[in-house]
């Protein structure tokens, strides 16, 4: 039998050295996916084509409303180029926006975006079409566009929201409205501001959203105080009143022998132009006078008529 010496030093080699094996790195994830990335509709002040649209339902005689996987015909056909797997977006009109806080005068009119459809039988001058997505129910004269690929814009590692944030002085507008005709607005809704084109707004620019220190009060405080104060009567719980309640007016003077203070002649002293941030968002499409955002980070509810403002 033959013995067989190792040394130390091989011996040491030949221990299995530990690997480090270090995951995928996180991908950037998109501002906005889904609904929000094609159905967020905008308000636009160009003329919009209504040549095509929905003309029918396969299913028309049982049913009015349609939506995901049903089919429907459009008035669109050989004669317009259409081929089998094209995708088309379908839309539908409003009415003219007018807001009481935007100063421009001719904002458009606003357009909600329903889904989109794919072409699965093409004739000579309709086509038969798969309702691909919906965001919203189908109807018949709902108008067909083409499809414009969007893409999202990406989250970014930003600085912690800085709630006391000074001005950046650059444009600065208002939310109008919001999708669905929301007033209070949290993470993740769709708003329309009065900031387009005209604003040199662009697809990814995020937006503070602040309003006056004093505005937005879901309830609103009595500018003076609930009980007036008397020369006579009893200061207490019970009986209420008096000069030394705990409701009564506030005097001014280093002797407390001036006029009453009051909040509003406060207001009035302080610097002008202070703000309260109250959330930011991302802007996702861009439109002549206008654009469509979508909320991303909030310090509390956000209202239509809060202020925007370019970073």
């Known amino acids: 039998m033959t013995l067989v010496f190792l040394s130390a030093a091989f011996a040491q080699s030949a221990k299995p050295t530990p690997t480090m094996v270090a995951g995928k790195a996180r991908q950037p994830m998109p501002v906005a996916t889904g609904a929000n990335l094609y ?18 339902g396969q299913d028309e005689a049982d049913q009015f409303n349609y939506s995901q996987n049903d089919f429907m015909y459009i008035n669109m056909g050989q004669n317009k180029g259409v081929n089998v797997g094209d995708t088309f977006a379908v839309v539908r009109p409003r009415a003219a926006v007018k807001s009481k806080w935007s100063k421009k005068t001719d904002l458009g009119y606003y357009v909600q ?57 650059k444009a600065m507008g208002r939310i109008l409205m919001a999708r669905d005709g929301a007033e209070s607005l949290a993470r993740d809704f769709i708003a329309y501001v009065d900031l387009g084109a005209d604003d040199n707004v662009k697809v990814g620019d995020h937006l503070t959203v602040f309003r006056p220190l ?17 020369d006579y009567g009893f200061e207490s ?29 406060i207001r009035n002293e302080r610097p002008a132009g202070m703000r309260k ?14 654009a469509t955002v979508v909320i991303t980070r909030t310090a509390q509810e956000i209202h239509t008529g809060d202020w925007v403002e370019i970073q």
């Open 237 to 265: 719980e019970v009986y209420k009143g008096g000069r030394f309640s705990n409701q009564a007016t506030r005097k001014s003077g280093d002797k407390a022998d001036k006029q009453e203070v009051r909040t509003r002649d």
């Open 277 to 290: 941030v109250v959330g930011e968002a991302v802007v996702l499409n861009v439109k002549e006078r206008t």
């Open 113 to 169: 975006e329903v889904g989109a459809l794919e072409v699965v039988k093409v004739k000579s001058e309709v086509s038969a079409v798969r309702v691909k997505y919906s965001c919203d129910s189908f109807l018949l004269g709902d108008l067909v566009q083409l499809m414009e690929k969007r893409t999202s814009p990406l989250y970014e590692r930003r600085p912690k929201m800085d709630i006391f944030g000074d001005p950046s002085g």
């Open 214 to 230: 004093e505005k937005g009060n879901l309830t609103l405080n009595p500018d003076r105080e609930s009980v007036s104060a008397r």
């Open 39 to 56: 159905c967020a509709g905008y308000i636009q002040s160009s003329a919009m084509s209504t040549a095509n649209q929905i003309i029918g």
